[in-house]
Nanobody
Framework: QVQLVDSGGGLVQPGGSLRLSCAAS????????MGWYRQAPGKQREWVAR???????NYANSVKGRFTISRDNAKNTVYLQMNSLKSEDTAVYYC??????????WGQGTQVTVSS
């Protein structure tokens, strides 16, 4: 099983950018589908993006065109570049690792706050 550590969150103004990182250890990182969920206060956890081992990516409609997910298999790290941030992007962001449709590991979460 892979262990995940999220980082990179913070406070940013609307229209700004942040890059989240998720460092993995303990298993063969390259075999996992990696992705991000987020959870805003009082709301259910929402899927954001995922990247397959071969590099194929998928995005939620709410972030398409603004967020980019990428992975560096040599560094066992997945990234989420977030541009043109909006107040509605405020949430705790969680990295996850999956095999097929089953999530096997979660990061601890990193807070992203978009506010002026």
């Amino acid at each position: 099983q892979v262990q995940l550590v999220d980082s990179g969150g913070g406070l940013v103004q609307p229209g700004g950018s942040l890059r989240l990182s998720c460092a993995a250890s303990g298993s063969i990182f390259s075999t996992y589908i990696m992705g991000w969920y987020r959870q805003a206060p009082g709301k259910q956890r929402e899927w954001v993006a995922r990247i397959f081992s071969g590099g194929t990516t998928n995005y939620a409609n709410s972030v398409k065109g603004r967020f980019t997910i990428s992975r560096d298999n040599a560094k066992n790290t997945v990234y989420l570049q977030m541009n043109s941030l909006k107040s509605e992007d405020t949430a705790v962001y969680y990295c996850y690792a999956a095999l097929g449709s089953s999530v096997s590991s979660w990061g601890q979460g990193t807070q992203v706050t978009v506010s002026s």
